[in-house]
């Protein structure tokens, strides 16, 4: 970030409508009506000359542009097509067009609040954040100007002028860092590190939280945008489950941004099982399998599909509970039953089910494979195909090879992972109801879900205990 654009948001930074680092994703949240904005900063990609990327800064004002007569209470979806995304120019003053330059940023927006912005000035810009990597010829003839028309994304339905009428503060999910007591780092995840904190909130109760730092470098730009939208896709669906991690909001006020988790002092499943797989017993397997089918038993029930079932994505805690995260990769497959994805991604391969590797197309069938497979991996203890190439294991599973279970797994859940979960049709296969009922009944746990207590800090948190109701598998 250029000190000309550094200073102009450190002046800003004070406003009760600047949103700090909050993605372009994550605005059409927050603006309901015609005429609500809010200030934030965005960035884009480049390529430089010598094939290096870097990171380009923009100061934003996003502001929500519908004809008259748009209700409120128009759904998500449908209002995104509605907000503009304004680069303000912080050269000499604040600025949205080249005849009109203000000196603080208050005064650009008391003169709209009395003054329409033109929508269709040529010099009033949008741009398209994040994931942008301008091609290298290009990006040595292009000047800025022209880079940021280049990315213009026009809405599907436009007006042409919008008056300011209301800035927007902080929601609920959003955490200043003032209140945030960054702690210890615990452990390192793949693009993120993870952090004790405290959340101190606005009521005055501090509550114990795991912080994901979000900082992206451009190496790990795909996983900070799934961390965002994990926490999108878990508030627009209300995904208030005890055996799946909770979070609590984003912090993004200035960088490094933080991921705000429930204090769950879990670690990654396949970690822990890399230095203590021999000393687990199949009792801990089966809580571990049991709790995860619970939690996508949650999901399919919402009509929910997760799409990265696998021991990196669960978190163990040792003689308790396990909870299945990521949710980054999880869609709604509402009245489709399916879920096409279109744009190509990394993806765990030796996990998915030969549809998604054939077709892309995703589904709880899909899920239940996967699934299968994490069964295999938490009593193995290794991934599956584990002496193959990725081409070979894709061939493999492609052709209908199912993992071997080894002669020391339980010859009964063996079969019932096979039996269920790996038939190569999907409509073959059982459903998470079944599965988790079946997964009881052979392990004889349950869960236990109570409400916790009144002065919690989240009313709709719920507290869950695993018990044994036989005494042994």
């Known amino acids: 970030m250029d000190d000309k654009l550094?200073?102009?948001?450190?002046?800003?930074?004070?406003?009760?409508?600047?949103?700090?680092?909050?993605?372009?994703?994550?605005?059409?949240?927050?603006?309901?009506?015609?005429?609500?904005?809010?200030?934030?900063?965005?960035?884009?990609?480049?390529?430089?000359?010598?094939?290096?990327?870097?990171?380009?800064?923009?100061?934003?004002?996003?502001?929500?542009?519908?004809?008259?007569?748009?209700?409120?209470?128009l759904p998500l979806e449908n209002r995104k097509q509605f907000v503009r995304h304004l680069v303000i120019n912080t050269d000499n003053g604040y600025s949205l067009c080249k005849d009109k330059t203000f000196q603080s940023m208050e005064q650009l927006i008391q003169h709209y609040f009395r003054n329409a912005i033109?929508?269709?000035?040529?010099?009033?810009?949008?741009?398209?954040?994040?994931?942008?990597?301008?091609?290298?010829?290009?990006?040595?003839?292009?000047?800025v100007t022209d880079k940021i028309r280049e990315q213009q994304q026009p809405s599907v339905k436009k007006v042409g002028h919008v008056t300011l009428v209301r800035g927007i503060s902080l929601a609920n999910w959003e955490i200043h860092h003032k209140q945030l007591d960054v702690g210890d780092q615990i452990r390192i995840e793949v693009g993120t590190s993870v952090h004790k904190g405290v959340w101190n909130k606005k009521d005055g109760k501090k509550v114990d939280v795991l912080l994901r730092?979000?900082?992206d470098d451009c190496t790990n730009s795909e996983r900070v945008k799934d961390l965002l939208q994990e926490r999108r896709f878990m508030k627009k669906h209300d995904i208030n489950c005890p055996v799946i991690l909770k979070i609590k909001?984003?912090?993004?006020?200035?960088?490094?941004?933080?991921?705000?988790?429930?204090?769950?002092?879990?670690?990654?499943?396949?970690?822990?099982m890399r230095d203590h797989h021999a000393e687990m017993t199949n009792e801990e397997r089966c809580a571990i399998i049991f709790c995860i089918s619970h939690a996508l038993y949650f999901l399919h029930k919402k009509d929910i599909i997760h799409r990265d079932i696998a021991a990196a994505n669960v978190l163990y805690q040792k003689g308790g509970l396990s909870k299945l995260t990521s949710l980054g990769l999880s869609r709604s497959v509402k009245g489709t039953g399916v879920y096409n994805m279109k744009k190509s991604r990394a993806m765990a391969v030796r996990w998915m089910a030969p549809e998604n590797i054939n077709t892309l197309v995703f589904s709880k069938a899909s899920d239940v494979y996967s699934f299968g497979v994490f069964v295999f991996e938490v009593f193995t203890g290794h991934e599956p195909y584990l002496n193959r190439s990725m081409p070979e294991a894709k061939k493999a599973i492609i052709n209908g090879e199912i993992p071997k279970f080894p002669i020391d797994?339980?010859?009964?859940?063996?079969?019932?992972?096979?039996?269920?979960?790996?038939?190569?049709?999907?409509?073959?296969?059982?459903?998470?109801?079944?599965?988790?009922?079946?997964?009881?009944?052979?392990?004889?746990?349950?869960?236990?879900?109570?409400?916790?207590?009144?002065?919690?800090?989240?009313?709709?948190?719920?507290?869950?205990?695993?018990?044994?109701?036989?005494?042994?598998?």
């Open 6 to 73: 550094k200073a102009a948001v450190d002046s800003v930074a004070q406003q009760y409508y600047f949103h700090g680092f909050l993605s372009r994703e994550d605005a059409p949240f927050l603006l309901y009506r015609s005429g609500d904005y809010i200030l934030r900063v965005a960035q884009t990609l480049e390529k430089a000359p010598n094939g290096t990327l870097l990171k380009n800064y923009y100061l934003l004002l996003s502001v929500f542009a519908a004809p008259k007569g748009t209700p409120s209470t």
């Open 213 to 215: 730092s979000m900082e």
């Open 409 to 473: 797994v339980p010859r009964k859940l063996a079969r019932m992972i096979e039996k269920h979960c790996w038939t190569k049709a999907p409509k073959e296969r059982a459903d998470m109801e079944d599965i988790a009922a079946n997964l009881q009944e052979y392990s004889g746990l349950e869960l236990n879900i109570f409400a916790k207590k009144e002065d919690s800090s989240d009313p709709k948190e719920q507290k869950v205990q695993l018990v044994s109701k036989t005494g042994k598998n």
């Open 249 to 272: 909001g984003i912090c993004v006020t200035r960088q490094p941004s933080f991921q705000v988790c429930e204090a769950f002092m879990g670690v990654p499943l396949n970690e822990y």
């Open 118 to 143: 033109n929508l269709n000035d040529n010099v009033i810009h949008q741009i398209e954040e994040n994931d942008n990597v301008v091609n290298d010829a290009k990006s040595q003839q292009l000047t």
